[in-house]
């Protein structure tokens, strides 16, 4: 049983550049959220999407966007990167409307 | 704003020993708690979970305590083992909304 596989492992980006992170939810959910995780801190919620639409948000600008597929995979894009956009972005899965979320390990991405 | 609070960045305990690590949070509405368990170079894995209805949840070696009239909950580990070494985070959600996580607290249990 697979569990929350995402891609890739690493990343680096120049300044102003466009990064898409991808995300395979564990078999049989079909919920995905997204965080971010900054150097000493703990993960802080972007939004989730359920049935391809994003369902909830977290304090995210625009240029943090998504999208669901029907196999229920999801991408998170973020545009014009920021210096500060460097961390640890986690996709997490779950059944919709269940608490429990399985994380996958990450892309760790660093803006310079 | 940091909703969910984990005061202690780092914790040490002697093998077989209890490892306690507490948790504070300031919103009166959440309902349901995490605790998840993360080592480096993997995401974090979940480990047990109350709902604001109970005091008290059990799950082997781990038990999660409950103190609404404190916003507080603490994570017991007994006996703790090395392979228990990690970052604990807490978090906490209202209502089925997003989790707020805590900055974590990392763990060392000594051989």
């Known amino acids: 049983d697979a569990g929350v596989t995402q891609s890739p492992t690493h990343l680096i980006k120049t300044r102003g550049q466009q990064v898409t992170l991808r995300c395979s939810p564990k078999?049989?959910?079909?919920?995905v959220s997204w965080y971010q995780q900054a150097l000493g801190q703990g993960p802080q919620f972007i939004f989730q999407?359920?049935?391809?639409?994003?369902?909830q948000r977290g304090n995210f600008p625009d240029r943090f966007s998504g999208h669901q597929f029907p196999n229920y995979s999801s991408e998170l894009n973020v545009n014009a990167l920021l210096l500060g956009d460097s961390a640890l972005y986690l996709c997490?899965?779950?059944?919709?409307?269940?608490?429990?979320?399985?994380f996958g390990p990450g892309t760790r991405l660093t803006v310079t | 704003d940091q909703q969910v609070k984990q005061n202690s960045p780092s914790l040490s305990v002697q093998e077989g020993r209890i490892s306690i690590l507490n948790c504070d949070y300031t919103?009166?509405?959440?309902?349901?708690f995490l605790w998840y368990k993360k080592y480096p170079a993997e995401g974090p894995t979940f480990l047990i979970s109350i709902s604001s209805i109970k005091d008290k949840n059990e799950d082997g070696r781990f038990t999660v305590f409950l103190n609404k009239s404190a916003k507080h909950l603490s994570l017991h580990i007994v006996p703790s083992q090395p392979g228990d070494s990690a970052v604990y985070f807490c978090?906490?959600?209202?209502?089925?909304?997003?989790?707020?996580f805590g900055t974590g607290t990392s763990l060392t249990v000594i051989p």
């Open positions: 919103n009166s509405m959440f309902d349901y």
């Open positions: 978090a906490a959600s209202a209502l089925g909304n997003q989790f707020y």
């Open positions: 999407y359920y049935e391809e639409e994003e369902r």
């Open positions: 078999s049989g959910h079909d919920t």
């Open positions: 997490a899965s779950s059944l919709f409307r269940v608490r429990e979320q399985y």
